[in-house]
């Protein structure tokens, strides 16, 4: 068994590596809707996420609860198309505290699906099944650091393109979500179960 600086890692490059685009593609829609100084927001909502995905990616490793590694292909691209599609049609700042608890818990529940994502590539390394606790830690904090970086990148393009080029942030919620909801219909049509 490596060591717990090694499941770090892992879980950073599982994370971060642009061959798992599916997930960074979630956190740019995930992100869509925010501006930089709705910091905190960002905050709570990708705590949401992490939330949702470290208990199913520990319900999974442990093998109390799994689904077909087919089926959670499927659902993760679903996810980014629902979240996408969610950040075009659902702006009316008068109903924003409604819209964010709305938003938390889909963070919540989306992260249930992409933690059964993140067990598929966590158990095919898990070398000994006796003592998951240490590995398991490691990778989550792993990805999350991956995460804060990702977001943190996320973040500073939009404030780039929308404080210091102008550009609207309706309109820059508009071209990113729907260019993931472009690329999640490919996704979904690429992955589907029927």
């Not at 061959?19 to 909502?45: E, N, P, R």
């Not at 608890?101 to 699906?113: C, R, S, T």
């Amino acid at each position: 068994m490596g060591s717990f600086g090694f499941y770090v890692q892992l879980g950073f490059e599982h994370i971060s590596d642009f061959a798992g685009y599916d997930h960074m593609l979630f956190l740019v829609a995930l992100c869509a809707i925010y501006k930089i100084q709705q910091w905190k927001s960002i905050l709570v909502l990708v705590t949401a996420f992490t939330i949702g995905h470290s208990v199913t990616l520990v319900l999974s490793s442990l093998d109390i609860f799994t689904i077909p590694s087919r089926i959670i292909e499927f659902l993760i691209p679903v996810t980014i198309f629902l979240t996408a599609v969610n950040n075009i049609i659902g702006a009316n700042p008068a109903e924003e505290n409604r819209k964010m608890n709305k938003n938390y818990l889909m963070a919540l529940f989306f992260g249930f699906i992409h933690g059964m994502g993140f067990s598929n590539y966590f158990k095919a390394l898990l070398m000994d099944s006796s003592s998951v606790a240490m590995p398991l830690l490691g990778f989550n904090i792993g990805i999350e650091l991956g995460q804060i970086l990702v977001v943190f990148f996320i973040v500073s393009i939009a404030y780039l393109f929308v404080n210091r080029l102008g550009v609207r942030h309706r309109e820059w919620n508009v071209f990113i979500s729907g260019a993931a909801t472009g690329m999640s219909l490919i996704f979904i049509l690429e992955n589907k179960i029927w």
